[in-house]
């Protein structure tokens, strides 16, 4: 759906200390899209001097999708000539991935400004989940800057929980000794991503910020700080198979100012754990994978939890050395909810047979034996989420593995 003369202006852009905003001004007909017309971003040191073309990175991110769905035209002063050629390059891109978008968008932009930062090194977009550690282990030797951001994947209200996060990426940077950047950013908060999603994606879209926004916006969030090569994590391994929204950096050499992404894909999520993280186990302590709730860093219930425990157990690794409790039982359960079809939803497939194609001939763990053989072609998949929470509300509760197939048989089944 597109709105016949609809704009986003981005202006009063300041960088005062270690705050960056900007304001948002948006024609009433689209206004119904934003909760906010205030961007900010801060950071834990200083930002540098910075030019304006290169503070409007992120404002302009974290609108230009909604600006390409809806039509609207783009007015601002300045922009780094390279970051908006690789927008170019992302929006035709984009226009074979969402039919629904109207990319009618023109540009009003005064100044258009080629950048020479000079900066040196590597950083590396980090969350402590699987992806992100890998590849941390992958470059290891270029010694990355952590990045992380928060109110990206763990909302700003989130405080202890985030606390706690910020605490691991400091024992881990001051064990390798790396630098650690954090980043806390409204900007989540400014789109209405529920009625975005609604409009604008197909049914078989994860969601907005999944799909569309989140690569975009977490890249630009970094280009105020002295990194030269910022690293990324790929969730997926090779060929692009449906919208992903950064999976676009497969597809062209993204970079901004004389900076470069490395967007780090190839492995899929088993071969990480088999191929970087097995055997550096100064890293299992290190990993977060959870995002079913925001008070222990792993849940040890939700599927992928369940799921990366169940990697980890082939590779022979110890889950509780990998933040999670595991008792005795785990696996029968794994097979119960397996034989019972209460486990997964459709999507989630791929990861059980990633790990699946992963079981060797004859494993000593009696478990993969029998999941070796596991037929997934006839499971019947969970579309009911509320029996899956229910699943989980009981193993909570009881945690022992043994009393909760007992329990489900008696109360579910
Ligand atoms: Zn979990």
């Not at 300041?14 to 205030?38: G, P, Q, R, V, W």
Request: with cysteine; hydrophobic share 40%.
């Amino acid at each position: 759906m597109a709105y016949e003369g609809s704009y986003i202006k981005i202006s009063n852009i300041t960088a005062i200390n270690n705050k960056l905003s900007a304001e948002l001004e948006y024609s009433e007909d689209i206004s119904k899209f934003f909760y906010s017309k205030l961007f900010n971003v801060e950071y834990n040191e200083q930002i540098g001097d910075i030019n304006e073309s290169i503070l409007t990175i992120p404002p302009l991110a974290a609108v230009i999708t909604v600006a390409w769905a809806t039509g609207a035209d783009i007015y601002l002063e300045s922009i780094d000539k390279t970051f908006f050629e690789s927008l170019n390059k992302i929006k035709s891109i984009f226009m074979n991935w969402f039919p629904k978008f109207s990319f009618s968008t023109e540009y009003h932009i005064a100044n258009y400004q080629t950048n020479k930062l000079n900066n040196e090194g590597y950083g590396i977009l980090y969350s402590g989940g699987l992806d992100s550690l890998s590849s941390y282990i992958k470059y290891k030797e270029e010694k990355p800057s952590l990045i992380s951001i928060w109110g990206a994947d763990v909302p700003l209200d989130k405080t202890s929980f985030w606390d706690k996060v910020e605490c691991a990426v400091n024992k881990l940077a001051e064990m390798d000794a790396v630098n650690s950047y954090f980043i806390k950013t409204n900007v989540r908060e400014i789109m209405n991503e529920n009625l975005l999603n609604e409009i604008y994606l197909d049914e078989g879209d994860m969601n907005w910020w999944m799909s569309v926004s989140h690569g975009l916006i977490l890249t630009s969030l970094t280009v105020t700080l002295p990194i030269k090569n910022l690293i990324m994590a790929s969730s997926l391994e090779g060929e692009i198979l449906f919208p992903d929204g950064s999976d676009m950096f497969k597809l062209f050499d993204y970079s901004w100012a004389d900076n470069k992404l490395i967007y780090d894909y190839g492995l899929t999520r088993h071969e990480k754990i088999k191929y970087l993280l097995k055997g550096n186990t100064q890293y299992y302590q290190f990993l977060r994978v959870c995002y079913a709730q925001f008070q222990d860093y792993n849940c040890g219930m939700c599927e992928k939890c369940l799921r990366t425990i169940t990697g980890l157990l082939l590779e022979g690794i110890d889950p509780n050395k990998s933040n999670f409790k595991v008792k005795e039982g785990f696996l029968d359960l794994i097979k119960f909810y397996l034989e019972n079809n209460l486990l997964l939803l459709q999507d989630e497939v791929l990861y059980w047979e990633d790990i699946q194609n992963n079981v060797p001939e004859k494993s000593d763990i009696e478990f993969f034996n029998w999941y070796k053989t596991f037929d997934f072609s006839d499971y019947n998949y969970q579309k009911n989420i509320k029996k899956q929470i229910a699943l989980v509300y009981y193993y909570r509760k009881y945690r022992g593995f043994k009393y909760t197939v007992k329990l489900l048989k008696q109360r579910i089944i």
